[in-house]
C-alpha cells in the first residue's frame, strides 16, 4: 500500500518560504516519478510539479515556475518542495503523489497558509 | 494546454440511481501509435485525498467497484455510476496526461445523493 506522510507546512507571510517533506514507503521509492499536487481551500486540484526517478528532470505548472523547486533524497525515501516568494494564492494543501501519469494519492496533505 | 472541462458542475442522483459525469478535452488525447486515451477519473470525499478510481479513460483501479465505470475516446469522456450508494458522495475530477510529464485536471463533479 503507498503512503505518503506530507509535513512542512504552516502560516506564512506574503514573500516568505517553506520547505515542504515526504516520506514515502510501501514501495520502490527510486523507481518512480512523483508529483506534488495541491487544492486551495474550496477549490480544485492542480499539478505543481514532478520529477524523475533520479532527479534529472524536473517539470513546473507556469505559475509556480522560478519561485518553487522539486528534489528527492533517495536514500531516504523522501520528496521536498521549497516554495519561495509565497503569494497568497499559494495557499493550499500540498499533496505528494506517486506519478505514474495517472496519481496515487496516499496523504492527507499539508497545508500552506500564506497571509499577512 | 489542455483545456479540461467538466458537466455538470454538480449533480443530484438517487439511491440507486445511475450518475453520469463528462469530461471534455480541448484537443484529442487518443496516442495514435498505442490507441490510448490519456485520462483518470479521481475520486475525492471530504478531508480525503483524491483516489484514482480509471485511468486508460476506462481501466478500473484494483478494489475499485464495477458499478463505476470509464467511457469515451478522443475529446468526449463520462465516468459513470450505475448504481449510486451513499458512500459515492464526493467530487470526482478528470486529468489528462497527454501533455506528460505536465498534466491539467477538470474542474471538479460534485455528486450529492437527492
Known amino acids: 500500500e503507498v503512503q505518503l506522510v506530507e509535513s512542512g507546512g504552516g502560516l506564512v507571510q506574503p514573500g516568505g518560504s517553506l520547505r515542504l517533506s515526504c516520506v514515502a514507503s510501501g514501495f520502490t521509492f527510486s523507481s518512480y516519478w512523483m508529483s506534488w499536487v495541491r487544492q486551495a481551500p474550496g477549490k480544485g486540484l492542480e499539478w505543481v510539479a514532478n520529477i524523475k526517478q533520479d532527479g534529472s528532470e524536473k517539470h513546473y505548472v507556469d505559475s509556480v515556475k522560478g519561485r518553487f523547486t522539486i528534489s528527492r533524497d533517495n536514500a531516504k525515501n523522501s520528496l521536498f518542495l521549497q516554495i519561495n516568494s509565497l503569494r497568497v494564492e499559494d495557499t493550499a494543501v500540498y499533496y505528494c503523489a506517486r506519478d505514474e501519469m495517472w496519481l496515487i494519492h496516499g496523504g492527507q496533505g499539508t497545508l500552506v497558509t500564506v497571509s499577512s | 494546454d489542455i483545456v479540461m472541462t467538466q458537466s455538470p458542475d454538480s449533480l443530484a442522483v438517487s439511491l440507486g440511481e445511475r450518475a453520469t459525469i463528462n469530461c471534455k478535452t480541448s484537443q484529442s488525447i487518443l496516442y495514435s501509435s498505442n490507441n490510448k486515451n490519456y485520462l483518470a477519473w479521481y475520486q475525492q470525499k471530504p478531508g480525503q485525498p483524491p483516489k484514482l478510481l480509471i485511468h486508460w479513460a476506462s481501466t478500473r483501479e484494483s478494489g475499485v467497484p464495477d458499478r463505476f465505470s470509464g467511457s469515451g475516446s478522443g475529446t468526449d469522456f463520462a465516468l459513470t455510476i450505475s448504481s449510486v450508494q451513499a458512500e459515492d458522495v464526493a467530487v470526482y475530477y478528470c486529468?489528462?496526461?497527454?501533455?506528460?510529464?505536465?498534466?491539467?485536471f477538470g474542474q471538479g463533479t460534485k455528486l450529492e445523493i437527492k
Open positions: 486529468q489528462e496526461y497527454y501533455s506528460t510529464p505536465l498534466y491539467t
